[in-house]
């Protein structure tokens, strides 16, 4: 089987103020490393518009109807202080959550080994009924409840790797004991959660936070020490990465120092994991990563490491 990438034009249309971090070159300058030749066995596919039902299992309804309404027909809607709604916004956050749910379908019904989602805005600061810090929905909770609805997974992890903590999958995953959230990130940085004593009502959270300049080394041993022997425990029947890549050296958002190197080890021993519990199932949504050159270099990595299994 092969590896699946979930894209759509309209994460360009997504517009985001000049100079914010997270515009549409991102997806571009993913688009043209994963145009490269070794690339081409990748199957690839349009993310669906998400339905607004999948998005209610992680999110009430009056807030995703609220935030509907904020969404402009011209000009921006700001919804804080870095994070605003253009025309776009909608559709592109829409299929945002289409990808993941369609990754899910795919890899749960054992047509592809493994898919990745390259869509933007992000998602993994969207706390229940809040948008921050660039994100709208949050992509992975939707998916991970999708899972479990559609397809009667019990057991559902995401492993979130971004420079910045993720708030919003913990805050909608705090007293739920199906599902294990576990995240590497720089401490202290925005948002400010992540503390290791955060560890929610089911003690399924696992925060491994790391000082900044860390390098490979130190988020190595987080893995070794602290997140697999919880997922090992917890025997996932899903695995769900939330592929943030601005821990990387060149990510200006960030103060870690990792490597494409260092992402691709990671993807490879969550893949262990799924393998070893889940029946390989694994699905990867894009997060964060700034840095084009190095968002570019790290999601190659992160492929090459998903198509070569």
Not at 20 to 33: G, N, Q, S, Y
Not at 153 to 180: E, K, L, S, Y
Not at 200 to 218: K, Q, R
């Amino acid at each position: 089987m092969s590896t699946l990438l979930l894209h759509h034009t309209s994460y360009l249309d997504h517009l985001t103020p000049v100079g914010h971090p997270e515009r549409p070159d991102r997806i571009r300058a993913i688009d043209r490393i994963l145009e490269h030749e070794k690339f081409q066995p990748l199957e690839r596919d349009l993310a669906p518009i998400g339905a607004l039902e999948d998005i209610a299992r992680a999110h009430p309804m009056s807030y995703i109807d609220g935030l509907h309404r904020l969404a402009p027909d011209e000009g921006t809607a700001r919804v804080d202080a870095d994070t605003t709604m253009s025309p776009g916004t909608w559709e592109a956050a829409l299929r945002g959550v289409g990808g993941a749910c369609r990754a899910v379908d795919e890899v749960l019904t054992k047509k592809v080994s493994n898919a990745f989602s390259a869509s933007r805005p992000p998602g993994h600061h969207a706390e229940k009924a809040r948008a921050m810090g660039f994100c709208f929905f949050n992509n992975v909770a939707v998916a991970a409840r999708y899972a479990q609805a559609k397809h009667g997974i019990n057991r559902v992890a995401i492993i979130d790797f971004d420079v910045h903590h993720g708030n919003g999958t913990q805050d909608i995953f705090w007293d739920d004991p199906t599902v294990m959230y576990c995240s590497t990130h720089q401490m202290p940085l925005y948002p400010g959660s992540g503390a290791a004593s955060e560890t929610g009502e089911a003690n399924t959270i696992v925060n491994a936070p790391l000082p900044p300049g860390e390098d490979g080394t130190g988020f190595k041993e987080a893995f070794d020490t602290v997140l697999l022997p919880r997922l090992d425990g917890f025997a996932p029947q899903l695995v769900i990465i939330s592929a943030g890549f601005d821990a990387h050296a060149r990510d200006p958002l960030g103060g870690l120092n990792l490597t494409e190197g260092d992402f691709a080890w990671a993807t490879r021993v969550l893949m262990d994991v799924a393998d070893k519990h889940a029946e390989g199932h694994l699905i990867s949504v894009l997060e964060g990563g700034y840095d084009l050159e190095g968002l570019a270099r790290s999601v190659a990595a992160h492929m090459m490491t998903l198509m070569t299994g």
